[in-house]
């Protein structure tokens, strides 16, 4: 238990830690795209879809709060890892220079301190309904929650959307820079791949960023609506 500890510890167990929950996250948010994707089925296959993640009963709220531990290890250990990273280079270099780093890179605190105010606030919004408790009685004609409609009605609102889309921009950046940098601590970055891996990165950022965004567009456009309401 102790190596395990020393290792956890260390700057490379860090960098391991960071890299692995990042893995994590990535895959979760992959999924959690393809499922709010399904709106543009129609709201029977969204709402069906929904009955079956309440259906796990327990396991879902497992699932939950391990994902919410692993956020906090991706945070806690990030954080960590940049203060000891300060504490190695107390002094500013004599001579300063010009090192090239992408937006992702340059952004990662800003994105970091975005995405949690707006998990906290998309967990309130949809997921607890504290925000909109009517939406808890809102149920289609099979009897299931209707999260179709309370998607539309969340999104409507353009100050939503705009958070929301601004949300998702920045966790674009912070995936085109975060998935290089995981692959690399994990050895998956070796000189003859980079420049692929780098670019299948950013090409996968944008892929989430574009799948995010176009629910709350298309909703402000009128492209997705509620028959009735």
């Not at 129609?42 to 692993?70: C, H, M, S």
Request: hydrophobic share 55%.
């Amino acid at each position: 238990m102790k190596p395990l500890i020393a290792f956890c510890q260390s700057s490379i167990g860090k960098k391991w830690i960071v890299a692995v929950t990042g893995l994590v996250l990535i895959l979760f948010v992959i999924g959690h795209m393809l499922g709010n994707l399904q709106i543009f089925l129609g709201p029977e296959t969204l709402n069906a879809y929904g009955a079956k993640l309440q259906g796990l009963g327990d396991l879902l709220w497992l699932i939950r709060g391990f994902l919410i531990v692993v956020i906090v290890a991706h945070i806690v250990t990030t954080v960590r890892l940049a203060i000891q990273s300060a504490a190695a280079r107390p002094q500013k270099y004599a001579v300063k220079k010009n090192v090239a780093a992408s937006a992702g890179a340059k952004t990662m605190l800003l994105s970091g301190l975005v995405l949690i105010s707006f998990i906290v606030y998309h967990l309130l919004h949809f997921t607890a309904q504290t925000i909109h408790p009517e939406w808890k009685t809102w149920h289609d004609a099979a009897g299931q929650h209707d999260i179709y409609r309370m998607m539309i009605a969340g999104f409507q609102n353009p100050l939503v959307s705009g958070f929301y889309i601004l949300s998702v921009f920045l966790l674009s950046l912070h995936l085109s820079h975060g998935i290089q940098s995981f692959l690399q601590t994990l050895g998956g970055r070796t000189r003859g791949f980079a420049p692929a891996i780098s670019r299948g990165g950013r090409i996968l950022a944008w892929a989430i960023f574009a799948g995010y965004a176009a629910i709350p567009v298309a909703v402000l456009l009128g492209v997705l609506t509620v028959k009735g309401h």
